[in-house]
């Protein structure tokens, strides 16, 4: 059955699902809201519905119900590949199915038949100072693209609500069809004196984009499949997926929910994280000469608390134990690439820097997350610019929220709209309730 077969199979039932709850039990408390959250970025309130992906404190996400070492194993892979075709991850993510190589090949070949970039996204990028930063170009170039939504035009033609889904299937299908190429293309015209490579028709969507990005190493095909599951959603609070989902619900298209959400992501605490932890990782390397002792590490770790900075890869909003996509990379890495050097220093991080934060005792969570691993591995295959870093986490994000929005249109889920007080008003509230 083709994804969007599949996908119009299950929709009635669970949106009368969703309905039925929505009506019979809406009055059900099912959690308490505390000053703390409130004054503190709404830190665990469960305030968000999915289905696409859950994170467990300690156990890391689960995609559809599957661990990483499950989908892994599980997904279809090309002869001789190491890791899943990205088709067949988004088949699983949209549909919570495990699909057959067939099923994942067809939404490859889905992606191919739509994957032909608009000339005049061309023309906005090359319109950009070539400093300007990588994620400001992508986020111009998927917003450039909203003249294309299929929703914004069956919407302004009266569109009925249950097609919603259908039409933002369409729009999403055709966007992340184009992402790789639009990727691959900043990187070449602002790193490598503007040659772009065209994509390889043989070539699925993950491995097309190593292909585009120029690196021969048939092993980076394999780490961008990878990638791209790896970083492709994280439940929907973090900020590009919650940004995305509200700007969504507001029934704007994938367009400007994704421009919107890849602005989130380009903030240093969130997605820009991976290309400060690499130039943390490089700091260290250059200040003690090569990769260092455990005592220089440490004393190094320390020297960055003490002024006042953080260790960029290390906690997490919502984790308390090492992010499994971390490692996921780092098995990755100790196939590949176990001698290189910054592999290396990464490695020595992690062997001092969850002690140095215990010991520092502010990081409720002191052990790395996704970031602390993956610019190493760009790194090791020549991806050496690591402002771009943010970008190809963008690209694999835009699976899991662009699957999340789908959902939001099928089963109908309304516009967000939460409610503030005043700081006067939480006072009151806090000191009514001591007295
Ligand atoms: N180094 C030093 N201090 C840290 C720290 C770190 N890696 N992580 C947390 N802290 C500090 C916080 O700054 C905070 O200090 P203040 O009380 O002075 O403000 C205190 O510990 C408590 O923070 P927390 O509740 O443990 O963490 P938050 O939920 O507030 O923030 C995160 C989570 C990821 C922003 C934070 O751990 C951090 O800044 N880490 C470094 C940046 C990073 O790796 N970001 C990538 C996250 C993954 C992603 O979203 O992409």
New binding site residues.
């Given amino acids: 059955m083709s994804l969007k077969e599949k996908l119009a199979s299950k929709i009635p039932a669970a949106r009368d699902r969703y309905n039925k709850i929505r009506k019979e039990y809406g009055n059900v408390v099912i959690d308490q809201v505390t000053v703390a959250q409130v004054a503190g970025?709404m830190?665990g309130i469960k305030c968000l519905l999915t289905d696409i992906s859950y994170l467990d404190p300690y156990e890391g996400i689960r995609f559809r119900g599957y661990t990483i070492p499950e989908v892994l194993e599980k997904l279809p892979r090309r002869a001789g590949a190491e890791v899943p075709l990205v088709g067949g991850f988004y088949y699983l993510l949209l549909t919570g199915d495990l699909p057959t190589m067939e099923e994942a090949e067809e939404v490859e070949a889905e992606w191919k038949a739509r994957g032909q970039v608009p000339e005049y996204v061309y023309d906005v990028l090359r319109s950009q100072p070539r400093d300007t930063h990588p994620m400001t170009m992508f986020a111009e170039a998927v917003l450039a693209m909203q003249r294309e939504s299929v929703f914004a035009k069956r919407y302004a033609e009266g569109m009925r609500r249950e097609e919603y889904w259908d039409a933002m299937y369409e729009d999403v299908m055709n966007f992340l069809a184009k992402l790789p190429t639009i990727g691959a293309y900043i990187y070449r015209m602002k790193y490598r004196s503007d040659t772009p490579i065209p994509p390889d028709p043989e070539l699925d969507w993950g491995s097309n984009f190593a292909h585009m990005m120029g690196v021969p190493d048939p092993a980076y095909r394999e780490l961008m499949k990878l990638y791209f599951i790896l970083h492709s959603d994280h439940e929907s609070g973090?900020?590009s997926a919650h940004t995305a989902h509200l700007v969504a619900s507001a029934l704007s298209d994938i367009y400007y929910a994704w421009a919107a959400g890849l602005c989130g992501l380009a903030g240093?605490?969130?997605?820009l994280?991976n290309q400060?932890?690499l130039g943390w990782i490089l700091g260290v390397m250059e200040h003690f000469g090569g990769v260092p002792t455990k005592e220089q590490m440490e004393q190094y770790a320390w020297d960055t608390?003490n002024s006042g900075r953080?260790?960029?890869?290390?906690?997490?909003?919502v984790l308390r134990q090492t992010d499994p996509r971390y490692k996921s990379q780092r098995e990755f890495a100790l196939k590949h690439c176990p001698d290189d050097p910054v592999f290396q220093t990464v490695s020595c991080a992690y062997e001092v820097i969850p002690e140095v934060?215990k010991k520092?005792g502010?990081?409720?969570?002191p052990w790395p997350?996704?970031?602390?691993h993956s610019g190493c591995l760009q790194y090791h295959y020549g991806v050496k610019e690591f402002d771009f870093y943010t970008v190809l986490f963008g690209i694999g994000r835009a699976l899991g929220i662009s699957a999340n929005i789908i959902w939001d249109r099928a089963v109908g889920q309304p516009i967000e709209r939460p409610k503030s007080i005043t700081t006067d008003m939480m006072e009151e509230l806090a000191k009514g309730a001591k007295a």
Avoid: M, S
């Fill in positions: 970025g830190r973090n900020v240093p605490l969130h997605g994280a400060e932890c608390l953080v260790i960029p890869g290390y906690g997490h909003a934060l520092h502010k990081a409720k969570n997350n996704v970031d602390a």
